[in-house]
């Protein structure tokens, strides 16, 4: 049965299957969890050891999921700044990532991330220095995260964005019934994905895998 929004019109985003689409094959285990899926965080582990890459960002952290298997597929020597506006999550996830032994790779920062990434760029010894980013907080922000990152992430490094089919809504007619949340979310990711495709700047690579995945190559 669909999950309803607030308005009492179905949540869509919320009612998908996800069982046949990623590794865990109950919808149960997924509900009410915000961090990526096991297949996704397997990808993300599997682009930085494949790329090589040392110095990563990552914009939205919540308890520490994908930031873990970020920080464990990175190098001794490797970095990730993780930006989140809830530091309180992060407490949560944070003895695993102690107890993992990588907690010396992570550089965590509280607030919202437009201005953490502005702060970045700040610096121009920042511009072109990461070698990989993850972005996975505010949706509607999106578009503003991938102007910042294309000045931050090196030629030839790679941005990764989560939920960019938003539950399959990216793909349904405007008019279909759903949460105020969702609509907004899925307006967003519509807007962005089609900036994606025409965004001379980076090679794209779309997965329908989780929620929808898209991997960016930047090109100049
Ligand atoms: C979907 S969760 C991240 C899940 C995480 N990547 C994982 O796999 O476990 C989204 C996170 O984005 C954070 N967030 C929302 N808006 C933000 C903003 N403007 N700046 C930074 N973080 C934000 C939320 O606090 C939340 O923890």
């Known amino acids: 049965m669909a999950a309803t929004g607030g308005n009492n019109v179905p949540n869509v985003h919320s009612s998908i299957d996800s069982s046949n689409k990623t590794l865990l094959k109950s919808e149960a285990l997924y509900q009410g969890f915000m961090q990526s899926s096991p297949d996704?965080?397997?990808?993300?582990?599997?682009?930085?050891?494949?790329?090589?890459?040392?110095?990563?960002?990552?914009?939205?952290?919540?308890t520490g999921y994908s930031l873990l298997a970020t920080a464990l597929a990175l190098p001794d020597d490797g970095k990730i700044i993780a930006i989140d506006v809830d530091r309180s999550c992060y407490e949560v996830g944070r003895p695993y990532i102690e107890k993992a032994g990588v907690a010396h790779k992570v550089d965590f920062r509280e607030g919202p991330a437009l201005q953490h990434l502005d702060d970045l760029l700040a610096d121009e010894a920042n511009h072109g220095a990461f070698d990989f980013?993850?972005?996975?907080?505010?949706?509607?922000?999106y578009v503003k995260y991938h102007e910042q990152l294309l000045r931050l992430v090196r030629v030839g490094g790679t941005i990764v964005y989560d939920n960019t089919l938003w539950g399959g809504t990216v793909a349904l007619p405007p008019e279909t019934p759903m949460s105020k949340l969702d609509r907004r979310f899925s307006v967003a990711i519509r807007d962005l994905n089609r900036r994606l495709s025409e965004d001379k700047r980076i090679e794209v690579c779309q997965l329908a895998i989780a929620d929808g995945i898209t991997i960016c190559r930047r090109l100049v």
């Open 133 to 141: 980013a993850f972005v996975d907080a505010d949706k509607p922000n």
């Open 40 to 62: 996704e965080a397997q990808l993300l582990r599997m682009l930085i050891k494949l790329t090589g890459a040392k110095n990563t960002l990552e914009v939205g952290v919540y």
